[in-house]
């Protein structure tokens, strides 16, 4: 059986607007190399809200971007710094659009006062386009004649004779 290789990427930024869409690049090409098309979109919507969102309502704009693939699900979690920004008041319509579109979502608070939120999404490494056999090269119709007419026999008798 085939395993997936857990994959994990940081991302520090501090966030403006012209960053936000960079990354959203940045998230995109990590997951097609992860192999992840089919997340693409709506992970890079969800972090687009949640930037926008900090970026307008925060007073620290640098922030922590990261995402795990564990070979089942992809989580993403944005950390930001400001001690004074409530997800429960300012952030509430951005958590609203991220937890109906994510399979799971959350926010807690870490040890130095700042917020984590984080969302999940089931993800399967994309298939692959099956291994076809490709057709066998045409045989060839001609044999190539025996390179002895004698039997066996008589060439092994000779050869003893002749070590001899």
Not at 20 to 32: D, E, K, N, P, Y
Not at 112 to 134: N, Q
Request: with cysteine; hydrophobic share 40%.
């Amino acid at each position: 059986m085939k395993t997936a290789v857990p994959c994990y990427y940081h991302l520090d930024v501090e966030v403006g607007p012209e960053r936000v869409l960079q990354v959203s690049r940045i998230l995109a090409a990590h997951l097609r190399y992860w192999n992840l098309e089919t997340v693409v979109d709506p992970v890079c919507r969800g972090v687009e809200l949640l930037l926008r969102a900090i970026d307008e309502h925060a007073t620290d704009k640098l922030t922590s971007v990261e995402m795990w693939w564990n070979g089942q699900h992809l989580i993403t979690a944005i950390g930001e710094n400001d001690h004074e920004l409530r997800p429960d008041r300012q952030l509430r319509g951005c958590l609203e659009r991220i937890a109906a579109m994510s399979d799971g979502w959350g926010c807690c608070a870490t040890d130095t006062g700042s917020k984590v939120i984080w969302f999940s999404r089931r993800a399967r490494a994309g298939d692959r386009e099956p291994l076809v056999a490709t057709a066998p090269a045409p045989l060839l119709r001609e044999t190539r004649p025996v390179p002895r007419e004698a039997p066996v026999a008589v060439l092994a008798g000779a050869a003893a004779g002749a070590a001899r």
